[in-house]
């Protein structure tokens, strides 16, 4: 049973860098049917996709994040991760990753997410 | 940008009942792209179907889905306790995601 988990620092200071890594067991990462995401989801709102990753590197993100994000990949580690640069009090949310396909684009695995708080 | 949008905002029904969730897109999507998950607290969010219309694996036959174009509909045809929770619909188009802001259906 594939699953993913979430791992990183729980509390981030404003204007400093959130990073997330997502361990994949029971799975490789270099399936070649499969994209890795990250999306998340502020306190009392919905859900927000931030960006996904190929295993061969390739990304694309959210137009809205784009500029401050970057998501990379470590097949070696069976790992992809979150960089989000610049953070604001807005960025304060649950982070989760998950996997969707390039057939029919739908997060079909994801991780029990974790909590990043931006707060001085 | 697709922005979806979910009707009712909230449903309260009693168990056993008909839901019938309502999720609208701003311009057409492809219903290969169109998903629905459910999110309880504390938990990952759950996918139930996939392609406008087909269940992901293990998800029980009374939900099911529907529509095309702009209109896509989520019915779970008799409400188990289990299935209070919040749904959201997702879908693909233009190199990006976009979800909608969510139903939530609650015990009456």
């Known amino acids: 049973q594939l699953q993913l988990q979430e791992s990183g620092p729980g509390l981030v200071k404003p204007s400093e860098t959130l990073s997330l890594t997502c361990t994949v067991s029971?799975?490789?990462?270099?399936?070649?049917?499969?994209?890795w995401g990250w999306i998340r989801q502020p306190p009392g709102k919905g859900l927000e996709w931030i960006g996904s990753?190929?295993?061969?590197?390739?990304?694309y993100y959210n137009p809205s994040l784009k500029s401050r994000v970057t998501i990379s990949v470590d097949t070696s580690k069976n790992q992809f991760s979150l960089r989000l640069n610049s953070v604001t009090a807005a960025d304060t949310a649950v982070y989760y990753c998950?996997?969707?396909?390039?057939?029919?684009?739908?997060?079909?695995?994801w991780g029990l997410g974790t909590l990043v708080t931006v707060s001085s | 940008e697709i922005v979806l949008t979910q009707s009712p905002g909230t449903l309260s029904l009693s168990p056993g009942e008909r839901a019938t969730l309502s999720c609208r897109a701003s311009?057409?999507?492809?219903?290969?792209?169109l998903a629905w998950y459910q999110h309880k607290p504390g938990q990952a969010p759950r996918l139930l179907i996939y392609?406008?219309?087909s269940r992901a694996t293990g998800i029980p036959d009374r939900f099911s889905g529907s529509g095309s174009g702009t209109d896509f509909t989520l019915t779970i045809s008799r409400l188990e306790p289990e299935d209070f929770a919040v749904y959201y619909c997702?879908?693909?188009?233009?190199?990006?995601?976009?979800f909608g802001p969510g139903t939530k259906v609650d015990i009456k």
């Open positions: 997702q879908q693909y188009g233009s190199s990006q995601f976009t």
């Open positions: 392609g406008a219309s």
């Open positions: 990753i190929y295993y061969s590197g390739s990304t």
């Open positions: 998950a996997r969707h396909g390039g057939s029919w684009y739908s997060f079909d695995y």
């Open positions: 311009q057409s999507v492809s219903s290969s792209y």
């Open positions: 029971g799975g490789s990462i270099s399936s070649g049917s499969y994209y």
